[in-house]
């Protein structure tokens, strides 16, 4: 599967963005999908993870109540809604996938399939 992310922009903070990342191939519905991201200088970072049917989700603490991961299997794509951004959350966004599995993955290992990144920048 082929992951193609983008939505990503620049925010002030206390702003919103909407990512999107658009998967080919019919097996789409099989996959659980996952956000991470990574800064210059540090290791990628699990940030939101979704079941194949949408109905188990998995946040990061530091996104807990602002974020909300969906997806809509008819349209191939997983989206994450981030609200309240703060600087802290400036990084590139990959959206990930692997055939699914007993729980939702939170490491880059339990993943497959990656996007190429999607810039997010959030000035103070």
């Known amino acids: 599967v082929q992951l193609q992310a983008s939505g990503g922009g620049l925010v002030q903070a206390g702003g919103s963005l909407r990512l999107s990342c658009a998967a080919s191939?019919?097996?789409?519905?099989?996959?659980?999908m996952g956000w991470f991201r990574q800064v210059p200088g540090k290791e990628r970072e699990f940030v939101a993870g979704?079941?194949?049917?949408?109905?188990?989700?998995y946040y990061a603490d530091s996104v807990k109540g602002r974020f909300t991961i969906s997806r809509d299997n008819a349209k191939n794509t997983v989206y994450l809604q981030m609200n309240s951004l703060k600087p802290e959350d400036t990084a590139v966004y990959y959206c990930?996938?692997?055939?699914?599995?007993?729980?939702?993955?939170?490491?880059?290992?339990?993943?497959?399939?990656w996007g190429q990144g999607t810039q997010v920048t959030v000035s103070s």
């Open positions: 191939g019919r097996t789409f519905s099989r996959y659980d």
């Open positions: 990930a996938g692997t055939r699914t599995k007993l729980g939702v993955g939170i490491l880059e290992s339990d993943y497959d399939y």
């Open positions: 979704i079941s194949w049917s949408g109905y188990s989700t």
